[in-house]
């Protein structure tokens, strides 16, 4: 059965980094795009990163290109995301999610994790 | 990249059937079959029930159905059960820009 755990989430100041990671299990994670999708509370989901199966290729929504990261670690089975410059609009639940195969696009999001918070507050 | 537009609440008594419409673009539900929707109980992982528009994954029940036309896909619930109270949402992938969109969740009661 597939799984995805969400961890690395808190309450980070403005400006403060964090790091969220999602640990895999139950499928070939090597032959999946990831993705991360966020959503903010009382608004809808939101699409925030995508990786490729080999890592390739990321892409990110405009609003944190240049602040967050995607990575992956095929050997270990674990997304990764690196929030940097964090702002008060970052606070959401965020969800790691698989793609419905190896590449980002023309696709889905097979499953999902159960999401971790972050909360950017001073 | 506007959000697909869902209506905030749908209900529907045991057994009956309802639907969810969830309209966009032509830039991006009117452009692609690549309509899916997801069944999110508060503090649980969100679940797939629905993607390239029609097609089911294996283990949701065949009482979800999906459709679209032009700019605007529909969710189908028949014989609807008090475990289909949740909040559903639809999404499509929409090409260059932000890849994927989502719509703007429908919460589904159980009279």
């Avoid at chain 1, 990110?60 to 990764?80: K, M």
């Avoid at chain 2, 999110?40 to 097609?55: C, E, G, N, Q, R």
């Amino acid at each position: 059965q597939e799984q995805l755990v969400e961890s690395g989430g808190g309450v980070v100041q403005p400006g403060r980094s964090l790091r969220l990671s999602c640990a895999a299990s139950g499928f070939y994670f090597s032959d999946y795009g990831m993705h991360w999708v966020r959503q903010a509370p009382g608004k809808e989901l939101e699409w925030v990163a995508g990786i490729w199966n080999d890592g390739s290729r990321k892409y990110y929504v405009d609003s944190v290109e240049g602040r967050f990261a995607v990575s992956r670690e095929n050997y270990n089975n674990i997304l990764n995301l690196q929030m940097n410059s964090l702002r008060v609009e970052d606070t959401a639940v965020y969800y790691c999610a698989r793609a419905g195969h190896s590449s980002l696009w023309n696709s889905y999001f097979h499953s999902w994790g159960q999401g971790t918070l972050v909360t950017v507050s001073s | 990249q506007s959000a697909l537009t869902q209506p905030a609440s749908v209900s529907g008594s045991p057994g009956q059937s309802i639907s969810i419409s969830c309209t966009g673009t032509s830039s991006d539900i009117g452009s692609f079959n690549y309509v899916s929707w997801y069944q999110h109980i508060p503090d649980k992982a969100p679940k797939l029930m629905i993607f390239d528009v029609s097609d089911r994954p294996s283990g949701v029940s065949n009482r979800f159905s999906g459709s679209k036309s032009g700019n605007t896909a529909s969710l189908t619930i028949s014989g609807l059960q008090a475990e289909d109270e949740a909040d559903y949402y639809c999404s499509s992938y929409s090409g260059s820009g932000t890849p994927y969109v989502f719509g703007t969740g429908t919460k589904v009661t159980v009279l």
